[in-house]
């Protein structure tokens, strides 16, 4: 154990350990706090310049309700799940097939397809843009929903692909070994076997995709220009334009954005840090 | 019937021969293709785009490199290089802080599962909350004013000052990506081998010496994580510019990737090749990390074979 548990040390340590805990997480989410006092307080407040005290009203729901009534977030929220969703299903399904294919079969490109997936999940968004958009507008789904999934799906395949390799990989080989000795097809080592064993890979999967979609800004400016199909955090950006002084709507509304990563997060906390640490404790 | 009877069992050994030999690439296809399409194929294209004089309507024309040329001579172009590099530099505090807030949260008291929880918040938020909360921290009609009012600096606002805005957003943005590198290392920590420590500890090692010697080594993948990401992070730096400064005042917030898109795509001009150029020197500084990483990948794959 690093360090030495507190429960060895002193007494004194002990307790300023926890005294300095919560303290310092105070003072760590402190913006946070910061925007929740914010958007449970009215205009009085705001404009009073009372940021820090008690707020004078509590008015959490009257701001959600407002901006629920004049501003279009409940299209975006709407959005943001129809781009969100079907992107996780279709990047961890694909996935599963491409990392499949690269742990369990030895061919010549092998390596090369694999480190190709990884390379390009690295490129700056920038270097993809103008013909991601070209490309787009061609096919004519510039503007919609369904041409900012499909590129999404495309781009986290590098990412999952990755993530579902080494999984694979590191499962028994000698169960594939034995399906085919009794005359199991390829597809059904696949079904039957692959798919069963990664569901815990596929749940940590799911959930940080579905975080990287959700709080994807550029993509959703750069593929989309109308409220129809614009998610939550492209709108949100478009009201902090509009409302300058108005930060109690503000914060409201990006508490709202903030919401559904937040639960998923808490939801599945194991899955969630299992699959961002994925090769932090091995070399 | 004879002959279709002979065909199909001749077509079914066919397949039993090469399924081994096919099945990975079925599996490839959908993934391959869409990588293809959506990533690989657009590198190249905005690469020769870059040689193109374009407006993304009427035709382009071709100048070589004079797009290049040009870059030599921007003053905004050099303004955004350097922020780049001073987000790089100061993005790294993040792993160390990092590992520090990680050592300090690797206890075992009541509600430490909720407490790590509740440190690692910033980075699910999306960079535009973040953003947004920051910009409105540093509104000095806003949140810090109070404060500025005592230390007498009434009315500085970060966000606006030409020399100070850039090191306003890499704040707001170092803060996500040290919540993501505490969580690296508290992984790092968590699979630390016992044995050796303990045996370092009977030795006499203690405190620096212990840390330095025994438990930095073994906490070497997460630091190679920890770099990796936070590199990344800090190219990637786009949300935050565009949501707090959209790059001013005049252009000294600016950094390669946005200067990229408000070239090609904002009413400053749709210019598609100019934009390219600069893209591709985005590209180029991210590739050296993305061969690192590949040769790092690449070595431990010829050890797991």
Redesign the interface.
Known sequence: ???I???KRPLINRVS??LL??V??FI??I??L??ML?SIRGLGDITA?N??GMPSEFLLFTNIKEVFQNTPMLTYIINSFKITIPTVIGAVT??C??G???AS?K?KA??F?F??????N??????????????TFQMGLYDTVTGLV??H???Q??FC?LFMRNFIKALPNELFEAARIDGT???NI?LKIVVPLTRPAIAALSVLIF?FI??D??WA??LIQGQHAMPI?AG??SL?GQWVTV?HL??AG?IM??VP??I???LM?KHF?AG??L????? | MPNSNQFTYRRSSWWKRNQQRLTPWIFLFPGLLLFLVYVIWPIFNSLYISLLQWDGLSPAIYVGISNYIELLDDEYFYISLMNNLKWLIFFMLAVPIGLGLAIFLNQTIFGIRLIKSLFFFPFVISQVVIGIIFSWFYNPRGVIGPFLDKIGLSNYAILADENFATYGIIFAGIYPQIAYCMILYLTGLNNLNTDQIEAGRMDGAKGLSLFKNIILPQLKPATFLAIVVTVIGSLRSFDMVAIMTQGGPYGSSNVLAYYMFETALSEYGYRMGYGSAIAAVLFTIMMFYILFFIYRMYQSEKKGL
């Open positions: 154990m690093f360090p548990p507190i429960q350990y926890k805990v919560p310092s997480l760590w989410l913006p946070l910061g925007i914010t310049g940021y820090w694909i996935s097939m491409t499949f294919a690269l079969y061919f092998n390596l397809i480190f190709t997936f990884i390379a390009g690295f490129v700056p968004f920038q270097i993809l843009m103008i013909p991601v958009r070209d490309l499909l590129f799906v495309a781009f395949t590098g692909t097809s390829e597809f696949f975080t959700w709080n800004f550029f400016t750069v955090t949100l950006k902090n930060y503000l914060s990006s954005a903030a990563p937040v998923m997060f808490f906390q840090i961002l640490t090769g932090a404790s091995k070399g």
